[in-house]
């Protein structure tokens, strides 16, 4: 582990808040050895023209969730593949994104990311796998 849980979420929060990130206005609420939870309150500026939460939107917050549980374990690592499944849609309320490590090797981390909403209906899935990197090498 990289540094205890609190130090690393307010850490990440703080970093992360004049970001892309802090944009879309996600944060995490909870990490534990290799799982996190992040949340997304849903506001009207994360709608698509359908009154639905933008897929964009959807794919960052999973992005972000598996991008964070892996920097649970390694503190720099890039997304090198990602994969976004919509089951339903998001419309309202808070987006609760459930990340975990399911493998790690030397060089990557591969992680699975689950996305509920307020009702713990589950609404998309992601799969992602991370590069850890040297950031000096940059």
């Known amino acids: 582990m990289v540094q205890n849980n609190e ?13 892309f990130t802090g944009k879309i206005g996600q944060y995490i609420e909870k990490a534990e050895d290799d799982k996190l939870l992040m949340i997304l309150d849903i506001t009207p ?4 023209g359908l009154g639905i939460v933008h897929g964009g939107v959807i794919s960052t917050l999973i ?14 690592v890039v997304t090198i593949n990602l ?9 309202e309320g808070k987006i609760y994104a459930r ?9 990557m981390i591969t992680t699975e990311c689950k996305l509920y909403d307020e009702e713990g ?18």
């Open 7 to 19: 130090q690393f979420i307010e850490g990440f929060n703080e970093r992360t808040r004049k970001t």
């Open 45 to 48: 500026d994360h709608y698509n």
């Open 63 to 76: 992005d972000d969730a598996m991008g964070a549980v892996a920097m649970l374990k390694s503190r720099y």
């Open 83 to 91: 994969d976004v499944r919509f089951l339903a849609p998001f419309k």
């Open 99 to 107: 990340s975990e490590v399911v493998h790690q090797s030397r060089s």
């Open 121 to 138: 209906n589950l609404g998309a899935t992601g799969t992602g796998t991370f590069k850890i990197i040297n950031p000096k090498t940059m």
